[in-house]
């Protein structure tokens, strides 16, 4: 009877090692569920799943929404990149036609200054021309009143 006693103490104390031994390997698997870092990937019936915790999920919907403004700012800003480009050929273009109207100006300009150059230059000798005919003609009138002087003179004398 004491071996039967024995064996049950032994198969108690086993039953009782045993459960020891299993709540300690759950409650150490639940110790290590609990530091697990969080997002993991597990495969559930051959899906790959992302788990991640609520507040992780509010932070990527707060993350997500802040992106999606930033992608509408990025296009904004590529289209006035573009806008702008454009509006800058356009002021090139602006700019090289006005830089064309001032050399034909420039040239114009030029040509007039010959032309006034030329006009001066003509001005001069007409008023050398002027001057010489004045003098012909003072010359003349003098040249008249002299023989008309002789003349009466010499009627005079006769």
């Known amino acids: 009877m004491q ?6 103490l032994m198969k108690s104390l086993n039953r009782f090692v045993h459960t020891v031994f299993v709540v300690f390997i759950a409650s150490n698997a639940l110790c290590q569920q609990k530091q697990i870092n969080y997002p993991t990937t597990q495969v ?4 790959t ?4 915790k609520i507040d992780q999920a509010k932070k990527l919907a707060i993350f997500n929404e802040e992106r999606k ?3 509408l700012i990025n296009d904004i800003l590529e289209k006035q990149s573009v806008l702008k480009d454009s509006i800058i050929g356009e002021q090139k273009e602006i700019i090289n036609t006005y830089v064309d109207i001032e050399k034909a100006q420039q040239v114009i300009i030029d040509e007039k200054s010959k032309q006034i150059n ?12 002027v001057k010489k005919q004045k003098r012909y003609k003072y010359t ?4 008249g009143i ?12 006769l």
């Open 140 to 143: 003349a009138i003098i040249s």
């Open 3 to 8: 071996t039967n006693l024995k064996t049950t």
């Open 49 to 52: 799943v992302i788990i991640f």
């Open 146 to 157: 002299m023989v008309n002087i002789f003349t009466i003179w010499i009627t005079q004398k």
């Open 69 to 71: 403004k930033l992608l």
């Open 118 to 129: 030329l006009i001066n230059s003509e001005n001069k000798v007409a008023l050398k021309e």
């Open 44 to 47: 559930i019936d051959n899906d």
